[in-house]
DNA sequence: TAATCAGGTCACTAGGTCAA
DNA sequence: TTGACCTAGTGACCTGATTA
């Protein structure tokens, strides 16, 4: 193992509960619970472990037991890479999970939302806002990101100046949305046919959205070799719309997020008709799409009302419809055959993965 | 070395997992992981190891520690050469096993005996003959095939008369196909557009006809886990034409094997069609198909001639040909979505497995 | 004598187990 | 569900035989 000299370095101490540790687990340096903890729950949506107390707990030897999604988010804010976990015994594992999910489903109500003061946040609607965060931050996209744009530009001349470098990348933003989109509250209640509509209809602005935020979280065209490349892949003018959008994009991540959200969950991203009835008949899940897409509108104006008061609020949220149309008519416009191409793939992928285990 | 000329010229990439190579293990180029992998699981029986999930897992580098069976019958598959392996090694683990194996597999070939005769076989066929049923049995198909019977019996009853059991037995008779196939004589010397398009469109009946020697060599009916589960898949009806058909299954094993492999190298599985003309245009093998199924059918003569006499010979032909056209006819009719899902998947694999490294 | 490629070695870490 | 303990498989590094 690479690692296996860090660890030499490293002291024998769990950096998740502080426990001893006797070596690195799932490439972080661990005890025993804390490396079984994270394989029996890293696979898991996020959303089956729900925190009651505010997703701050502190994780020690002691409190560890206390809550599960708090150690589990630290788990992934410490580097612990679940993809070294084997699916070995197929059967077994399935089927557990499945049954976690009949039996919780109903447990979290996210409904009670218009209880007492409806213009605040209630703590449901915190948990939820944390939890979204959260998913999209599990994988540290950002860092993951930057990583691809250093790897990019370490590159001899010759394979740097290759537009697949540059694509690589690109499709990492895209790709990203899977991820997000498998552990994300609420998605795996929709019916597999809401899932495969909204997938197909909405990952090109989603993808486009995605990339964005990262570009602008990674400084993507600071680096010469990114730069240059997507002047190659997409032409001066669409990069040039690119900074553009860059520069009107929300400021505040959280909000951007919760924002991604709200487009995926739109029909055919055209979240401003307000026309659900004619393909709600479609939609045989027993959530609904619209009644997510309130859950979550909701909690996004209550969230914008709590950051910056009503005429901030309506502010924002009008800018926030905005941009995503705009977004929309600049996508349709399909800037090259390669991108769409990898898009049109990763567009299948996400298909299979998002509408097959149940 | 004469192979260190080869390494020259290859990339320093491990062809079974793609991770980074230092130079030749076993005759092909690999990372160290591999190599002692190799080393420690090429001399089982292969039955040791069973994949979990439908004998095509990806090999990388990250995956690869998922599924043994797998990594060892890409190893295989790749040309990784298990007579280099010199078993110094005092675990008797591994004397135990080759013993069994030599005992299972009696490998100096019996066909060396009657050469001097112009009218019957050259050595060169005879090589060939020889060749073609040992690469046939050079996974153990019968014995691994057994091994999934005992195990779809053994399991506990819910999961004994699930479909998927009896999938999994009947893919595995499909995909034995493949490593057939990757070793065979000639079948590599044809070009990249002949393989793709063999396998399209062969693989139907080519597997169907495995599945029959399979099932009768190991008696898969006798399983009444196996029978059942083939009735609820299939329906009576099926069944009982595949009893039918291997009640009228050549008898001799040997012979079942040069005949699957003439249908292999069939056009389209027409092999009665003697026009091949047309199609000669998009085949650009060297070897040309044409060529190839000359030999192949001359031997093929040539052996019946030697065991069964002139007119013997001429009845045989005629019913496997007759057989092969019955078998078309019968495949045609696609008895079950999810059997033909699975063997698409499969060409879809093989095809990609075969038409990809030269 | 250096390069190559066999086998050997053992720290490391995955999954499994079972009492609590 | 947790976590202490176990075991088997893995792979980075080493050794030695063979060869050009
Ligand atoms: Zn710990
Ligand atoms: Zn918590
Ligand atoms: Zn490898
Ligand atoms: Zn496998």
Redesign the interface.
């Known amino acids: 193992m690479v690692l296996t000299k860090r660890s030499w370095h490293l002291p024998l101490i769990c950096q998740i509960c502080g426990d001893k540790a006797r070596g690195m687990n799932f490439e972080v340096m661990t005890c025993m619970s804390c490396k079984a903890f994270f394989r029996r729950h890293a696979l898991q949506p996020i959303y089956f472990l729900q925190c009651q107390h505010g997703n701050n707990c502190e994780i020690t030897q002691l409190t560890r037991g206390n809550c599960s999604a708090c150690r589990l988010r630290k788990c992934f804010s410490f580097g612990m890479n679940p993809?070294?976990i084997?699916?070995?015994?197929?059967?077994h594992h399935h089927h557990r999970l499945l049954k976690n999910k009949n039996q919780r489903l109903p447990k979290p109500p996210p409904l009670n939302l218009l209880e007492n003061d409806s213009s605040t946040l209630t703590n449901i609607e915190w948990n939820l806002l944390s939890n979204i965060t959260h998913v999209y931050d599990r994988e540290n996209p950002i860092e993951h990101a930057k990583y691809m744009l250093e790897h990019q530009a370490s590159l001899p001349p010759k394979l740097r100046s290759k537009a697949k470098s540059t694509l690589d990348i690109v499709e990492y933003y895209y790709s990203t949305i899977q991820s997000f989109l498998e552990r994300v509250p609420y998605f795996h209640d929709l019916s597999i046919d809401a899932r495969r509509a909204l997938i197909q209809h909405n990952s090109f602005t989603l993808g486009t959205y995605n990339s964005l935020l990262l570009i602008r979280e990674t400084n993507a065209f600071d680096y010469s070799s990114y730069n240059f490349g997507c002047q190659n892949l997409y032409g001066y003018e669409n990069c040039l719309m690119t900074k553009k959008f860059i520069t009107a994009l929300e400021q505040n991540r959280t909000l951007v997020k919760i924002m991604l959200l709200i487009t995926a969950f739109s029909e055919n991203c055209s979240i401003v008709s307000l026309d659900y009835s004619q393909s709600m008949t479609t939609m045989t899940s027993t959530i609904s799409l619209f009644h997510t897409q309130n859950i979550l509108v909701s909690m996004l104006w209550k969230y914008l009302n709590y950051q910056y008061g009503f005429l901030g609020a309506a502010k924002c949220f009008h800018s926030f419809i905005q941009y995503v149309l705009n977004l929309i008519r600049w996508t349709a416009r399909n800037p090259s055959t390669q991108h769409s191409d990898m898009v049109d793939t990763l567009i299948e992928n996400t298909t299979r993965s998002l509408t097959m285990h149940d």
Chains 1, 2 share one sequence.
Do not use: E, M
Not at 86 to 91: A, F, L, P, T
């Open positions: 993809k070294l084997r699916y070995k015994s197929k059967n």
